[in-house]
């Protein structure tokens, strides 16, 4: 192998503003590049302290195990699911999307009796639906995705944990794609378990999931408690349902990894630990409230001048994410092209779809450290460019008027 | 939540001399603090396809999937098993540390039929030892640890491929502790698949963990093949096997992501990838041979130090790891006393043990950023300050010069 053909690291300058990763903050990136501290350093255990700290905050709530998973989002969920979900367990998932479909996936390799409601694409459910649902299977876990990122929509969670209170039901949320970007109370609307992850609306890089659990849902979970052999003692107390299909994603031991005991399990991803404690600082500096905010400002200026560029939305617009918009790629233009244009010649990012959306829209995000006015203009100016070189007729300069007028009248108001 | 107590990181300066983690080569860190571009991006793709390519040179092998697994190295150890083991299948570990228990207890919970055999903490096996157990239990795989850092002892590999070839045998290791320090030869040894970690040798953080799959070892897995609902077409074909206890770590779907197809699974955690991408970069710079021959230079003078500090050392010292030694804490002296005054007064921390071993050894590492000559003396000369501190009788100043000799006599031969 010719070593010198490897060059050190130097990623072309990009513009993100699909539906995720988007670029991270500078600021999260200069925290995960400190040198790092040994694993039980009490330099390192204060900042674990600091990161639960920290992300209860950012969950508003105030549980105990509030905490990271070494891995990307879906190892949030998995971490959460698996832990919870014995072989058997009836589960009912509300499928808008395909992370509805992966909650349904995940579920299945946990050995769950997967129970689905489904809403076309672009719709959300009511809470009337969902009780329901409940009602007629009586699951033991309610498995739903706040914001799909696939159609763009939001899910409202606020009634449903005095639902699932009311039929003793455990209520689990992946907010992956919408926290930091849209409302999420955890304790005020009685959610059990919420999972995370970095690269959306928290501003940093995908590689670690912060997860909060209530008392209710660990309570379940220490049922299931496991030592490992290599380090378990007379003291330890073996859990009283079968051992759960992962040593990884055994939120028992991570309990005891952040917790006072701080019994060996991996060895925690101290950069990425790094990185997410600055997300969330950053966050929790601006204002959590005030982020949200800022997400549903830039999103709407962008939905304003996407529309007076002439363009279709897909979804129900009541319902969509603050920080990404899906919109109908029109007749007669190829979408990838408008992307590769959009990519190579403008370094502006916009994202594509899966399934049922492929080759029908667009995602196009404004989130995190993107969640600015420079990023909202910039994207509206290039994709009127490109589509007006590839023939599609707008009225020239409108899409920007719009955004511009969206941000007069929100700062006058 | 008062957001000023929280302070930007600014951890303390540390010679991180533990058996891991050791600090990360500045070099890798400035990788990683990088600006991000997106998941498909051409850009991130070809980094993607390098990162495969660098494995390859430090796994010593021409495997296809040669590839990252998104979390800490235990990750890439559960990704290996959960993704070969069936329900029911034998499985043999030689157990001689903590991680050989490891590796039972995830294939337990990927509900194999394990069997083990051991040796005392501090012993390794000789290859007959395996063979007679391979005999009497013929299991489908073989579950190694080359490196177990709880003893410090390195398990010689070189035979067991061809023990395990004839008789049909999976032959999997853990080269996390011994990567990148240790000679480790996938291809010429007939290892079918091999786990490691950043935060050893390979002188990176913790976050991600590499790993290879021989063609066997795939079409073992490929049988297992699932795709995503959200994301399956009638062209996917479903699996013969049961399906797997995780999506998260299905390698099929990891496989479908590295390779051609680039179908969706997680999000890429591209700070790690930066950095796991300048890791391999550093150890082929400088050659592969030389880094491991740079460990044995730097461990070697670290334990002519220690004895002629008069100190006594744990375990087989022809089977030890180049990069840890295990010191036994001398007699009237409070091991955890000396690890306090080293970090406290010195900025240097050594590391303190598990099970049988806890309280009776230091583990003290040189490996990675760390395998420095300055690195050793300092650690040596610190270590005789305060045992000296603590009464313990040494001759001043022969550590040090045992080290000085050595590599003096290193050098002029």
């Not at 329901?132 to 498995?143: G, Y």
């Not at 794609?177 to 009685?190: H, P, Q």
């Amino acid at each position: 192998m010719d070593i010198t053909q490897f060059s050190q690291i130097n990623p072309p300058q990009r513009m993100l503003m699909g539906p995720g990763p988007v670029n991270a903050d500078p600021r999260v990136l200069r925290a995960m590049s400190s040198q790092l501290v040994g694993q039980y350093d009490p330099a390192m255990t204060q900042y674990m302290n600091e990161v639960m700290a920290l992300y209860r905050g950012v969950f508003c709530t105030s549980n105990r195990w509030t905490m990271l998973i070494d891995g990307t989002s879906r190892a949030g969920i998995e971490a959460i699911l698996v832990s919870a979900i014995r072989p058997g367990d009836k589960v009912l998932v509300p499928v808008f999307g395909r992370f509805g479909h992966l909650l349904c996936e995940i579920a299945r390799r946990c050995r769950a009796d997967v129970h689905t409601i489904e809403v076309p694409w672009g719709e959300v459910f009511t809470p009337d639906q969902i009780e329901s649902a409940i009602k007629a299977i009586r699951p033991r876990m309610l498995l739903t995705v706040q914001g799909d990122t696939s159609t763009t929509m939001l899910q409202p969670l606020a009634e449903l944990g005095e639902i699932c209170r009311r039929y003793d039901v455990l209520f689990y949320t992946d907010a992956t794609a919408s926290i930091g970007g849209n409302e999420l109370k955890t304790d005020e609307w009685g959610v059990d378990a919420v999972s995370a992850g970095m690269q959306k609306c928290l501003g940093g890089p995908s590689g670690t999931s912060p997860i909060t659990l209530s008392a209710r849902m660990e309570a379940e979970i220490r049922r299931r408690k496991c030592v490992e052999e290599g380090i378990r003692t007379s003291a330890h107390r073996k859990g009283d349902d079968e051992i759960i299909y992962s040593n990884y994603f055994d939120l028992g031991m991570v309990m005891d990894y952040w917790g006072p005991e701080r019994l060996n399990h991996h060895t925690e991803a101290t950069s990425a630990l790094y990185g997410a404690r600055e997300c969330a600082r950053l966050i929790l500096q601006e204002g959590l409230n005030k982020g949200i905010a800022r997400h549903k400002l830039h999103g709407d200026a962008l939905l304003k001048g996407i529309q007076a560029m002439g363009l279709e939305t897909f979804g129900d617009l009541n319902h969509k994410m603050n920080n990404v918009l899906a919109v109908v790629i029109p007749t007669g233009v190829d979408g990838e092209q408008v992307r590769s244009l959009m990519l190579n010649d403008f370094a502006i990012e916009i994202g594509t779809s899966f399934g049922p959306l492929h080759g029908k829209v667009w995602r196009i995000g404004s989130m995190g450290y993107n969640a600015r006015k420079d990023c909202v203009m910039a994207t509206l100016s290039a994709l009127e460019s490109v589509l007006n070189y590839l023939k599609f007729r707008s009225v020239q300069g409108a899409a920007m008027q719009a955004a511009w007028d969206h941000y007069h009248n929100q700062c006058v108001a």
